[in-house]
Each structure stands twice: as structure tokens, then as C-alpha cells.
């Protein structure tokens, strides 16, 4: 199973929009809803963010939303803050009942 | 609220096996898989696989098949994943993540441990 493809990185200016893209297979992103996100800052646990494509856990801020379209996902940080820069990786559900993460993309708030 | 304490750093050997627990609170245990996922210095995350601490079913990444095995211990709410033959490679944090679905799986590791860091070197 290879890793889900996503930019290496994306900046933004504080309380601009950003969009990270997240490219799968029909055997993974394209077959299931079953999208995540994660948020990763230096020393700390993943916290997710978004799951089934669009949905935001309890607690997390409606800046952030999910979509898809085929074999691509795609996360977008709105009203971007300082405490947004952080690694973000995207995950999905596969045919095997595995999951497969993304390569991560670091988002630099400038 | 939900809590998974993982075991504490590690310093192995190469061809030696690491068993890191994750003590769980805070939930019914059995009700909900357990992911393991792991990071190594500067890199992505990394799933290596589930366990159904109900039934004790497990499914691996093609990766670690032969190598790693998840366990559990239902009365002390506990996961546990022991990897084998280590190379200099496999350092990392070692992570357990509980599933956000009860009862089955979508692929959605929603509360982590702190982490445990495994490091590998003669």
C-alpha cells in the first residue's frame, strides 16, 4: 500500500485561506468517506482534526473543513492564525480494513 | 474522558524485541479498536495495524507481517505491541491510537497516547 500523496509543504499569511490536497486510489481515498486529518505539532501526538472527509471532531475550530472529489481529499484552513503552522497529515480507510497515511505537508504561517 | 498511557522509552538492541503497552481509561476497552502507527525522527506517520481487544482479532500492514504482534489484556484495559528482529530502522515513536468507531473499524485513529520512543542501536 503506498502512502497518500500530499504537498511537502503550503504557507499562508495570518487570516488567509489555505488548502492542502491529499491523492489517493480508488482503493482508498476514491472507495470510502473514511478521510482524516491530523494535526502535528513538534514533540507532540497527532490530533485529529477532520474524519469522514468532513467532519470535525468536538472541539475543533470550524476554520477547518474537508472535502473529496474522486481519488482526491483536500483540508482547508480558513481565518489562518499562528497557532495553525503545524504538520498535517491526511489518512484513509483502505480495501484490506488497513488505514494509510499521507507524507505529511508543513504549513508555515508567515 | 478517554486516556491511553503508553510504557516508557526503550533502548534495544538490533535483533532484539520491544514490547510497548498502552493502559487504557476513561471507556469500555472492548468496545473499540486499537491502531498502532509509527514515526520515526523527522518523518510521517506510519500504520502498522489494529487490534479488536474484543475478540482479540488482529489485522497488520503488509509491512510488519512476521514481525509484530498486538496483544491485549481485557482485565487491566490494556494493548500491547511487541516487534521483533529490530534493525536501526525501526526507531521511533511508537504510538497506540483508540478508534473512533465502537465496534468496528473506518480506518480513524481518534485518541492518541503520548507516544513511546524506541530507539535501536548497538
Known amino acids: 500500500q503506498s502512502a497518500l500523496t500530499q504537498p511537502a509543504s503550503v504557507s499562508g499569511s495570518p487570516g488567509q485561506s489555505i488548502t492542502i490536497s491529499c491523492t489517493g486510489t480508488?482503493?482508498?481515498?476514491?472507495?470510502?468517506?473514511?478521510v482524516s486529518w491530523y494535526q502535528q505539532h513538534p514533540g507532540k501526538a497527532p490530533k485529529l482534526m477532520i474524519y469522514d472527509v468532513s467532519n470535525r471532531p468536538s472541539g475543533v475550530s470550524n476554520r477547518f473543513s474537508g472535502s473529496k472529489s474522486g481519488n482526491t481529499a483536500s483540508l482547508t484552513i480558513s481565518g489562518l492564525q499562528a497557532e495553525d503552522e503545524a504538520d498535517y497529515y491526511c489518512?484513509?480507510?483502505?480495501?484490506?480494513?488497513?488505514?494509510?497515511f499521507g507524507g505529511g505537508t508543513k504549513l508555515t504561517v508567515l | 474522558q478517554v486516556q491511553l498511557v503508553q510504557s516508557g522509552a526503550e533502548v534495544k538492541k538490533p535483533g532484539a524485541s520491544v514490547k510497548v503497552s498502552c493502559k487504557a481509561s476513561g471507556y469500555t476497552f472492548t468496545g473499540y479498536y486499537m491502531h498502532w502507527v509509527r514515526q520515526a525522527p523527522g518523518q510521517g506517520l506510519e500504520w502498522m495495524g489494529w487490534?479488536?481487544?474484543?475478540?482479540?482479532?488482529?489485522n497488520y500492514a503488509q509491512k510488519f507481517q512476521g514481525r509484530v504482534t498486538m496483544t491485549r489484556d481485557t482485565s487491566i484495559s490494556t494493548a500491547y505491541m511487541e516487534l521483533s528482529r529490530l534493525r536501526s530502522d525501526d526507531t521511533a515513536v511508537y504510538y497506540c491510537a483508540r478508534e473512533g468507531t465502537v465496534g468496528a473499524t473506518r480506518g480513524v485513529p481518534k485518541y492518541w497516547g503520548q507516544g513511546t520512543l524506541v530507539t535501536v542501536s548497538s
Open positions: 489518512s484513509s480507510y483502505t480495501s484490506s480494513s488497513h488505514v494509510v
Open positions: 480508488s482503493s482508498d481515498v476514491g472507495g470510502y468517506n473514511y
Open positions: 487490534i479488536n481487544p474484543n475478540s482479540g482479532g488482529t
